[in-house]
């Protein structure tokens, strides 16, 4: 039976006791990089956020360091753990050299989220003061309460693996996380290379049709988004930092922008939905994916595109689609994707696409991002680049998605 963690979100009344708390996380982040400074100096490593090796010996000594009056020492773990999880990221990213220079997780927090684990965590239901959660702090420290709606939903609650306490744009909010379980799916034997584009979010290829999902929505919300943006810094531009007016606009601004960035979220889990779906109604196994890391960051593309680029939610597709798949027990399966967008699916002739659709020189004409994604699904199955003769059905463009909203479509 597989299982994995899953999240939900509760939105909650701001405590004093909460900022007091981020800015102890962030106080131990902090020792963290001090502690690790030391570590490596002792050791003969003055500038050794370069290519320094750590093992558990660091992490015991660093643990042994750390203290802090207010948090529950789970608490205080949590924050070693995500900081040395940040230093194995760093080491991968610049093991594959995706990213042009990958930064040590060296920089110091004012804030940090807070995170309690099973042990500092205690549910209170049916009491004279209503159902709340009880998070522990360090010995001796009250209790933080947080009550809770009646109509959460408490049924996993003995599940629960970790607690996160969230600022977000000027609201509290609490992360719950628990280990999920899905019953075991049948798995399917057929191949769909998806190919996450930057025009259209997902394109992808079963070996037969080619589906691409209409990405004009969410660059819509991207562009509004820029302009929101663009306005709301003009207008501050012209009144005094840190004056009653310009708190007032910066509160509305992020008001504006949380939502627009709610409807970017919901957009791409529709999307995704719709794509997981339609493999688990195909009998697709494997999905696979083009490794887009570092695609952001070592070409220049120009001002534009760059923008462009930048804001794709390249790495969120990719997320969402993951674990969507695999709560339906479908593979996903990430591969290089050199080369996937040039070559010629029908005679293996590598050719940049100048517009939309790719045409070859063999007479093979096809939808650009729909050449990406066959490429992808060939790469994997071992005959990229061979030329093969196969009758492909035509591209097709899914509708954009039952969206309860009206599209706000900037003008420019
Ligand atoms: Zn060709």
Known sequence: MPSFYRTQTLKIEAQPIFSEAHAASAALWNGCCFEMDMYQWQRGYPHAHRDFYFGKDCEGWID????????????????????????????????????????????????MTTRWKKSAIRFVEGSLFGKRVELSMAQGQP???????????????????????????????????????????????????????????????????????????????????NKVLADFSQTMSRCKRHSKRWWRLTRRKWKRIRK??????????????????????????????????????????????????????????????????????????VIDESYTSQTCPKCGNRKKPNNRNYT????????????????????????????VVAEMGFPRMTPPLGFRLEVPVASS
């Open 64 to 111: 042994r360091k750390l203290s802090h009056p207010l948090l529950h020492s789970q608490s205080r773990q949590a924050v070693r753990e995500r900081y040395f999880k940040s230093w194995l990221s760093y080491s991968a990213v610049k093991k594959s050299g995706g990213v042009r220079k990958p930064k040590p997780p060296n920089k110091r927090k004012n804030y």
């Open 360 to 387: 070859c020189k063999c007479g093979f004409q096809y939808h650009r991002d729909g050449v990406g994604a066959i490429n992808i699904r060939e790469k994997y199955l071992g005959h990229f680049g061979v030329p």
């Open 143 to 225: 209790k933080i309460e947080i009550p809770l709606p009646n109509n959460f939903d408490m049924s996993k609650a003995e599940h629960i693996a970790t607690i996160d306490l969230c600022y977000n744009y000027g609201h509290w909010t609490l992360h719950f996380s628990y280990v999920y379980h899905t019953e075991t799916p049948e798995t399917g034997k057929e191949v769909v290379g998806v190919d996450i584009g930057e025009i259209h979010p997902i394109v992808s290829h079963d070996g037969q049709d080619t589906h691409i999902y209409n990405g004009r929505y969410i660059r819509s919300l991207y562009r509004y988004r």
């Open 260 to 333: 627009i960035d709610n409807q970017i979220k919901d957009a791409l889990h529709k999307q995704t939905t719709k794509f997981v779906k339609y493999c688990q109604a195909k009998g697709i196994g494997t999905i696979i994916l083009g490794d887009l890391t570092g695609i952001r960051n070592n070409i220049d593309y120009g001002k534009k595109t760059n923008q462009k680029l930048h804001q794709w939610a390249f790495g969120k597709i990719a997320e969402l689609i993951t674990y969507k798949a695999k709560a339906l027990g479908i593979k996903v399966k």
